[in-house]
């Protein structure tokens, strides 16, 4: 089955710095690709995600990158604000199957 | 944008009790719909996706008689957990893939605190 790695597990930045979190995954199959972002008591929401016919995605702050040779992709956060402080997680999902979610990242930016 | 309503937000019971938990899409139909685990500052542990219509499909390690799932109609999948004990305390949240399709993105419920006494 799949494997996603997700680094690091906590991610500590001053506001208005860029974050960065990594993941890389084992199935060749998997082509979809999302990231979620969950507050505190919440469920998970899909912040960006990204397919694998396409190496890059942008929404406003948030980019999302794909490498399908070295099967990893990596989230991008510019200009961070406070309100970006809470747990990403990255998934992988072969074709139509379940999503494999990483083990999460709590990012926190200092104002 | 496509929702998914979960229902009880928190919950607090003695041992012993049954609790059930809905999960709801609200705008679109699900024919699948997923169970999830969280402990604290963990990862999402997938319990169970929930088939309309037919039986659902536990993961390893996950006990059919003591989480049951009912997925009656295209909008609501059930999760009961029976006679439950301090170690079921947990976050229990349901997703359902966006289209009702698997490999969309998920779109998932606020979560059920659920705590044992």
């Known amino acids: 089955g799949e494997n996603v790695e997700q680094h690091p597990s906590t991610l500590s930045v001053q506001e208005g710095d860029s974050a960065v979190i990594k993941c890389t995954y084992s199935d060749s199959a998997s082509n979809y690709f999302p990231w979620y972002k969950q507050e505190l008591g919440k469920g998970p929401q899909l912040i960006i995600d990204i397919r694998s016919n396409v190496g890059e995605k942008k929404d406003q702050r948030i980019a999302v990158t794909l490498n399908k040779t070295a099967k990893h992709f990596s989230l991008h956060i510019t200009e961070t604000q406070p309100e970006d402080s809470a747990v990403y997680f990255c998934?992988?999902?072969?074709?139509?199957?379940?999503?494999?979610f990483g083990d999460g990242t709590t990012l926190t930016v200092k104002p | 944008g496509a929702v998914v309503s979960q229902h009880p937000s928190w919950v607090i019971c003695k041992s012993g009790t049954s609790v059930k938990i809905e999960c709801r899409s609200l705008d679109f139909q699900a024919t699948t719909m997923f169970w999830y685990r969280q402990f604290p500052k963990q990862s999402l542990m997938l319990m169970a996706t929930s088939n309309e219509g037919s039986k659902a499909t536990y993961e390893q390690g996950v006990e059919k008689d003591k989480f049951l799932i009912n997925h009656a109609s295209l909008t609501l999948s059930t999760l009961t957990v029976t006679s439950a004990h301090p170690e079921d305390s947990s976050f229990y949240i349901c997703?359902?893939?966006?289209?009702?399709?698997?490999?969309?993105?998920?779109?998932f419920g606020d979560g059920t605190r659920l705590s044992i006494l």
């Open positions: 997703s359902a893939p966006g289209g009702g399709s698997m490999g969309q993105p998920q779109h």
């Open positions: 998934a992988a999902t072969p074709g139509a199957g379940k999503s494999t």
